[in-house]
């Protein structure tokens, strides 16, 4: 059975940092790439941040500079940190893990809320 348990999430301040952290389990972990999506109400779940098997990463313009995404592939688990945090970072954010061989799939994990406050 596949589960990513997202952690981390919580209320902070404009300009705060937050770390979120995803552990995967019933997957082999480092074949798969990993994401941070998010949601704010309203809108459409997003791409945050994305980390391939090889360690390549790519970011959403609006968090370019400000967050940072990487794995342990001994820990199966991927963080996300995030610094300097903006009003309209506040969402759901939700971990993904995803491959295209043999076979595309994908997995979610159940979310986290991040709220920043001013």
């Known amino acids: 059975q596949v589960q990513l348990v997202e952690s981390g999430g919580g209320l902070v301040q404009a300009e705060g940092s937050l770390r979120l952290s995803c552990a995967a389990s019933?997957?082999?972990?480092?074949?798969?790439?990993m994401g941070w999506y998010r949601q704010a109400p309203g809108k459409q779940r997003e791409l945050v941040a994305g980390?391939?098997?090889?360690?390549?990463?790519n970011y959403a313009d609006s968090v370019k500079g400000r967050f940072t995404i990487s794995r342990d592939n001994v820990k199966n688990t991927v963080y996300l940190q995030m610094n300097s945090l903006k009003l309209e970072d506040t969402a759901v954010y939700y971990c993904?893990?995803?491959?295209?061989?043999?076979?595309?799939?994908?997995?979610w994990g159940q979310g986290t809320q991040v709220t920043v406050s001013s």
């Open positions: 993904n893990a995803n491959r295209r061989t043999p076979a595309a799939v994908a997995y």
């Open positions: 019933g997957i082999i972990f480092n074949i798969y790439t």
């Open positions: 980390i391939t098997s090889g360690g390549r990463t």
